[in-house]
């Protein structure tokens, strides 16, 4: 079920051009990051991805927020909606096959966190290709590492790690804002507006 | 009190005291060169697990701090690289007072710093790719100040050490817990290939090599250049670290095979591509990727000392680095285009500058760069020579492109227009070029700090 939440949440938010939107969607998928992360940790641990998961969505909300609207930029490497929806399509097949066995080697892990991981990545990667906007590379750097967090806890369950990985979440949407707030990233046509 | 904590609380402070200061940047710079090189100092220098007394104060200086149950280290394998770093960050700063870099250059360069100096200190080891992906979304607040438009090539940065980082971390927990040696080959190939993609992006190898080129193209050059050196510089001591530390892969003859062959790609990739570039910028930081080139062949050669000479070149290629970026920067703003003709009759000396910094990176007899070519060229790996020619003609191809951008940069401006500039900042350039000159005539003068770095890498020394 949380592997289903993630597939839908990450063939979104490779789709969807909406800035406000997407946050929301991140603050979902960092949701169902947690609880993948919890087959395999304590929940109370688990749950500083989730914080660290929310105050990475707040800052970026209020970025956009602050952001003033102006003239759409190229970013010179964007791809229409139908394009996005099949690449993510044949993305999270890609994904489905993969996660049919235990591709990452590390012993006592759960099928549903193997998919789940296989999907943030996957998907990750996917954001990662199709947008050179800061907003949207960012976000696949979240997704991306997500994907690597939920195997990463198993086999170095690490309070220090998990800090540092928390520190990376929020470091990146930091560096988000900052781009978005100075205007020093290009912007979709579409997510004006 | 712990020596690690007092560091990385000093740089916080620092950082902190810069940005506040931003609105006098000659202030914030000046705070933080003099910052750095008493860190500098303190981390190459000072008494670990030694009592002493300062100003009649008893002291003790403890070796270790330990966060959330993680150990952070100053010791002597890593003090003199994190004492590099620091030193390195000193003096691109001060000069950062002539070059003008950005409001945000001092404090984020400081936390920069800090972040790398946590990637060489942190025990197990491996956990430095997480401190490196911190000082890359540092590097994008360095690339990016706020006066200035976007860059797209600190982006691709931030991405390229998001997937080191990842590769690193696997392969830390494949060796901690799945037991790889030499006689495990199957899992040893797939290490090997996962720390081939980490370093290959914290080495800047071709093809990871291409953020490189694109922050060429529109970041300031100086910072860029600081940035380049300290992210590079980590990742070697990181490589080092590795090999130093694992007896497996340092007895692996494909590792330092695969060190000569990258090596020599790298030399000749650069060399070619610096020599096509239209762009002053880009061109250097081909040269750049050459230069990086004969470091890992030297690496991968087998001959006896490389590993001194390599920590001496690096301690040049700062200073090469440093010069070229001051005079790089006044000659851009002489002239906004990548094209820079005729910025060299405005101001003679920062051309100069920037063209001998140019040189020292190209290898040219009589610059910094020159020893190690030279080391190598005399006494050439394997029967074939072919290293020996490779090196000879990428330090022939970079210098002849150095000699074309000089005749650009000398000729009359086309649209007539020659401003001249009065003699600020001569001093400093003149310094660069006698600074530079001297290292190339003189190498023994850079070979204090190798003795303490070599201290670091018992196990990679015959």
């Given at each position: 079920?949380?592997?289903?939440?993630?597939?839908?949440?990450?063939?979104?938010?490779?789709?969807?051009?909406?800035?406000?939107?997407?946050?929301?969607?991140?603050?979902?998928?960092?949701?169902?990051?947690?609880?993948?992360?919890?087959?395999?940790?304590?929940?109370?641990?688990?749950?500083?991805?989730?914080?660290?998961?929310?105050?990475?969505?707040?800052?970026?909300?209020?970025?956009?927020?602050?952001?003033?609207?102006?003239?759409?930029?190229?970013?010179?490497?964007?791809?229409?909606?139908?394009?996005?929806?099949?690449?993510?399509?044949?993305?999270?097949?890609?994904?489905?096959?993969?996660s049919q066995r235990n591709w990452f080697e590390v012993p006592d892990i759960s099928q549903?966190?193997?998919?789940?991981?296989?999907?943030?990545?996957?998907?990750?990667?996917?954001?990662?290709?199709?947008?050179?906007?800061?907003?949207?590379?960012?976000?696949?750097?979240?997704?991306?590492?997500?994907?690597?967090?939920?195997?990463?806890?198993?086999?170095?369950?690490?309070?220090?790690?998990?800090?540092?990985?928390?520190?990376?979440?929020?470091?990146?949407?930091?560096?988000?804002?900052?781009?978005?707030?100075?205007?020093?990233?290009?912007?979709?046509?579409?997510?004006?507006? | 009190?712990?020596?690690?904590?007092?560091?990385?609380?000093?740089?916080?402070?620092?950082?902190?005291?810069?940005?506040?200061?931003?609105?006098?940047?000659?202030?914030?710079?000046?705070?933080?060169?003099?910052?750095?090189?008493?860190?500098?100092?303190?981390?190459?220098?000072?008494?670990?697990?030694?009592?002493?007394?300062?100003?009649?104060?008893?002291?003790?200086?403890?070796?270790?701090?330990?966060?959330?149950?993680?150990?952070?280290?100053?010791?002597?394998?890593?003090?003199?690289?994190?004492?590099?770093?620091?030193?390195?960050?000193?003096?691109?700063?001060?000069?950062?007072?002539?070059?003008?870099?950005?409001?945000?250059?001092?404090?984020?360069?400081?936390?920069?710093?800090?972040?790398?100096?946590?990637?060489?200190?942190?025990?197990?080891?491996?956990?430095?790719?997480?401190?490196?992906?911190?000082?890359?979304?540092?590097?994008?607040?360095?690339?990016?100040?706020?006066?200035?438009?976007?860059?797209?090539?600190?982006?691709?940065?931030?991405?390229?050490?998001?997937?080191?980082?990842?590769?690193?971390?696997?392969?830390?927990?494949?060796?901690?817990?799945?037991?790889?040696?030499?006689?495990t080959p199957e899992l040893a190939s797939k290490v090997m290939s996962l720390l081939a993609?980490?370093?290959?992006?914290?080495?800047?190898?071709?093809?990871?090599?291409?953020?490189?080129?694109?922050?060429?193209?529109?970041?300031?050059?100086?910072?860029?250049?600081?940035?380049?050196?300290?992210?590079?510089?980590?990742?070697?001591?990181?490589?080092?670290?590795?090999?130093?530390?694992?007896?497996?892969?340092?007895?692996?003859?494909?590792?330092?095979?695969?060190?000569?062959?990258?090596?020599?790609?790298?030399?000749?990739?650069?060399?070619?591509?610096?020599?096509?570039?239209?762009?002053?910028?880009?061109?250097?930081?081909?040269?750049?990727?050459?230069?990086?080139?004969?470091?890992?062949?030297?690496?991968?050669?087998?001959?006896?000392?490389?590993?001194?000479?390599?920590?001496?070149?690096?301690?040049?290629?700062?200073?090469?680095?440093?010069?070229?970026?001051?005079?790089?920067?006044?000659?851009?703003?002489?002239?906004?285009?990548?094209?820079?003709?005729?910025?060299?009759?405005?101001?003679?000396?920062?051309?100069?500058?920037?063209?001998?910094?140019?040189?020292?990176?190209?290898?040219?007899?009589?610059?910094?760069?020159?020893?190690?070519?030279?080391?190598?060229?005399?006494?050439?790996?394997?029967?074939?020579?072919?290293?020996?020619?490779i090196v000879l003609a990428s330090m022939v191809l970079v210098s002849i492109s150095v000699?074309?951008?000089?005749?650009?940069?000398?000729?009359?401006?086309?649209?007539?227009?020659?401003?001249?500039?009065?003699?600020?900042?001569?001093?400093?350039?003149?310094?660069?070029?006698?600074?530079?000159?001297?290292?190339?005539?003189?190498?023994?003068?850079?070979?204090?700090?190798?003795?303490?770095?070599?201290?670091?890498?018992?196990?990679?020394?015959?």
């Amino acid at each position: 079920m949380t592997a289903l939440i993630v597939s839908v949440t990450g063939l979104l938010l490779t789709v969807f051009t909406g800035r406000v939107a997407r946050i929301g969607l991140l603050g979902i998928q960092y949701a169902a990051v947690a609880w993948l992360t919890g087959l395999s940790l304590p929940l109370q641990v688990a749950a500083v991805k989730l914080v660290a998961g929310m105050i990475a969505c707040g800052i970026l909300a209020v970025s956009e927020s602050k952001q003033e609207r102006r003239p759409a930029q190229l970013a010179g490497r964007e791809f229409g909606t139908i394009f996005r929806l099949f690449a993510a399509g044949l993305g999270l097949v890609a994904a489905f096959g993969l996660s049919q066995r235990n591709w990452f080697e590390v012993p006592d892990i759960s099928q549903e966190a193997i998919l789940g991981s296989t999907v943030l990545l996957t998907t990750g990667l996917l954001q990662l290709g199709l947008s050179g906007s800061a907003f949207r590379v960012c976000l696949g750097l979240m997704t991306l590492l997500s994907g690597f967090e939920v195997v990463y806890s198993l086999i170095e369950p690490s309070l220090a790690v998990l800090a540092l990985i928390a520190s990376i979440h929020i470091g990146l949407a930091l560096v988000a804002s900052y781009l978005i707030l100075v205007s020093a990233a290009p912007v979709d046509l579409q997510e004006v507006g | 009190m712990s020596a690690p904590a007092l560091i990385f609380d000093l740089t916080a402070i620092l950082a902190i005291g810069s940005l506040m200061l931003r609105r006098r940047p000659w202030a914030s710079l000046a705070l933080a060169a003099v910052g750095s090189l008493l860190i500098g100092i303190f981390a190459l220098r000072a008494p670990i697990e030694i009592p002493h007394e300062l100003l009649g104060v008893s002291l003790e200086f403890e070796g270790g701090w330990r966060i959330l149950g993680r150990l952070i280290a100053l010791s002597d394998r890593n003090r003199a690289p994190v004492a590099f770093l620091y030193l390195t960050g000193a003096l691109f700063f001060a000069a950062g007072m002539f070059a003008r870099p950005g409001r945000t250059f001092a404090p984020v360069g400081l936390l920069t710093l800090g972040l790398l100096g946590g990637s060489l200190t942190i025990e197990p080891f491996l956990y430095a790719a997480i401190f490196l992906e911190l000082a890359a979304m540092a590097a994008i607040l360095v690339l990016n100040p706020p006066e200035t438009g976007s860059d797209p090539g600190s982006l691709q940065l931030l991405v390229l050490y998001t997937l080191a980082m990842i590769a690193i971390l696997f392969t830390g927990w494949l060796l901690d817990n799945v037991g790889i040696t030499s006689v495990t080959p199957e899992l040893a190939s797939k290490v090997m290939s996962l720390l081939a993609l980490g370093f290959a992006i914290l080495m800047f190898i071709p093809p990871f090599h291409f953020w490189l080129g694109r922050a060429a193209e529109t970041a300031n050059p100086y910072s860029l250049a600081f940035l380049a050196v300290v992210l590079q510089s980590a990742g070697l001591f990181f490589l080092l670290r590795f090999l130093d530390s694992l007896e497996w892969l340092r007895s692996e003859p494909r590792v330092f095979g695969a060190g000569l062959t990258v090596g020599l790609l790298m030399a000749g990739f650069g060399s070619l591509a610096s020599a096509a570039q239209t762009n002053y910028s880009k061109m250097i930081a081909y040269a750049l990727v050459a230069d990086f080139g004969v470091t890992l062949f030297a690496i991968g050669s087998s001959l006896a000392g490389a590993l001194q000479i390599v920590l001496f070149h690096l301690g040049i290629r700062v200073v090469s680095l440093a010069v070229w970026g001051l005079g790089a920067t006044a000659l851009r703003r002489i002239r906004g285009d990548a094209q820079l003709i005729g910025a060299g009759r405005a101001n003679p000396l920062a051309a100069c500058a920037s063209l001998i910094g140019a040189l020292g990176l190209a290898g040219f007899p009589v610059t910094g760069g020159f020893p190690i070519r030279w080391a190598l060229l005399r006494e050439p790996t394997g029967s074939t020579n072919v290293g020996a020619t490779i090196v000879l003609a990428s330090m022939v191809l970079v210098s002849i492109s150095v000699g074309r951008w000089a005749t650009r940069i000398f000729s009359p401006a086309q649209d007539g227009e020659e401003r001249s500039v009065a003699g600020t900042n001569r001093w400093i350039f003149l310094a660069g070029i006698l600074v530079c000159l001297l290292l190339g005539a003189f190498p023994q003068l850079g070979l204090p700090w190798v003795g303490p770095a070599l201290r670091g890498f018992a196990n990679l020394q015959p």
